[in-house]
Each structure stands twice: as structure tokens, then as C-alpha cells.
């Protein structure tokens, strides 16, 4: 899953965690076809053929979360959840809060929408997953 895509993800740069993520996803895009997994996710399939290209389109938690769901058979917001709860875990271990993180990671979002991102209340793309999830790991990796 998304959160154990890399073995040592405090260790990467964001855009290293990022394009773990999505070779996790491409795996998944390359096992089931580009049509297969838009019309079962719902993400356009401008966007899942451009990650099957190799670039980093624009996705969300949620959509890359529908995506691994059909390779593993479970359900979507079961992953999505097991994100968020990897990610609170993260920071009561690390003893950090999202004021700590907004203010440590190169996302143009305050500690309340860092809050907002982790709790599902507001979408969080996978470039804020990597940012927020490395800047986490990095921080209990010390």
C-alpha cells in the first residue's frame, strides 16, 4: 500500500516517495489497462494513461487509493483509512504536530489544512501525502 511503498521513506525526497507511489499504481494500471481502471475508478483516463506513461498527474488519496483497490481486493476507503492512521501513528511517535509539519514540508498549506488533509475532511494529493508522509518518517527515523 501506499504507506509501505518504500522501504525507508524518511530517507527520500518528496518527489522520490511520490514516484514510489506510483509505481505502485502503474502496476496495478499496467495488470489491469488503462480503460479497465477508469471505468471502475472513475478517475479520467486522460489522467490514469498519463501515469501509465510515466508522468505525475495530479491525483488524490482517494482516487490512488481506488486504483491499488483493484489489485488487492480491498476496499478503497479502507486503504485511504490505513494512510490516515499510518500517518497519526507517525506523529504520536514522533511527537509532531501539524503546525510542526506545515511549517516543514514545501506545501503551501497551513497546520489547520495539514490537519484537514490527514483527517479526509479536505482532499490530499499524493505530492501532500509524500511531503507530509516523508517529513513524518524522517522525524521518527532520528
Excluded: K
Amino acid at each position: 500500500m501506499l504507506h509501505d511503498a518504500a522501504d525507508e521513506p524518511g530517507t527520500l525526497s518528496t518527489g522520490q516517495l511520490r514516484d514510489a507511489y506510483e509505481r505502485e499504481l502503474r502496476a496495478v494500471v499496467d495488470a489491469h489497462g488503462v480503460d479497465a481502471v477508469a471505468a471502475e475508478t472513475g478517475v479520467a483516463a486522460e489522467t490514469v494513461d498519463a501515469l501509465r506513461d510515466g508522468a505525475s498527474p495530479t491525483l488524490t488519496l482517494s482516487e490512488a487509493a481506488a486504483i491499488l483497490a483493484l489489485d488487492g481486493g480491498r476496499d478503497a476507503g479502507a486503504i485511504v483509512q490505513e494512510v490516515r492512521d499510518h500517518l497519526l501513528m507517525g506523529m504520536t511517535t514522533g511527537v509532531v504536530d501539524v503546525d510542526t509539519i506545515a511549517s516543514n514540508v514545501d506545501l503551501d498549506l497551513s497546520g489547520q489544512e495539514v490537519q484537514q488533509a490527514i483527517e479526509g475532511r479536505i482532499p490530499m494529493t499524493l505530492a501532500e501525502l509524500a511531503a507530509i508522509h516523508g517529513y513524518i518518517a524522517g522525524r521518527n527515523a532520528r
